[in-house]
């Protein structure tokens, strides 16, 4: 049993049943308070934050299929339908069908949603900015965060083998 006084001394304790402990609430915390702090200023495009990484896979690879879409962002199709149709209600985005295979729907950003990313060049630093973060601590944390992402990723296809 782990003793009260040692949960908050920094180190890891496995097994722990804590909060505190869970790398798993570290994330999540994190994703959270990052998200928030983007908030305001994709609230100034009137865009949400996962609207605004539909857009930056778009801006970085111009037309792109659903599928790859979904895959570029690790979700899946139901989650990103939705966001699909309000980008597109909004007139940033235009999808069709492929007349090749019906099956296969393409995005591309429409003249309105490549304008919104001359607005949107700045966020990237002003959210380094208020985090106080360096470009070297975002390229440690980014390398640590995607090699946690691609583990836990292996756990989850071994689990379901």
Excluded: N
């Amino acid at each position: 049993m782990i003793e009260q006084e040692d949960a908050h001394d920094g180190t890891y304790h496995p097994g722990s049943p804590r909060l505190d402990d869970q790398l798993c609430f570290a994330l999540y915390a994190a994703q959270r308070a990052v998200t928030a702090a983007y908030r305001p200023l994709l609230d100034e495009l009137g865009i949400t934050y996962p609207q605004y990484l539909v857009l930056l896979v778009l801006w970085e690879r111009g037309e792109v299929t659903v599928k790859e879409l979904g895959t570029a962002l690790c979700l899946d199709y139901g989650t990103v339908s939705p966001l699909l149709k309000r980008l597109e209600a909004a007139g940033l985005v235009r999808r069709e069908r492929s007349a090749l295979d019906e099956r296969s729907v393409s995005v591309r950003v429409t003249r309105h949603g490549g304008e919104l990313r001359e607005r949107a060049v700045r966020i990237p630093g002003e959210l380094l900015a208020a985090t106080e973060l360096d470009g070297a601590e975002v390229a440690r944390l980014r390398g640590e965060l995607r090699e946690l992402a691609a583990r836990a990723q292996g756990a989850a296809d071994r689990a379901r083998r």
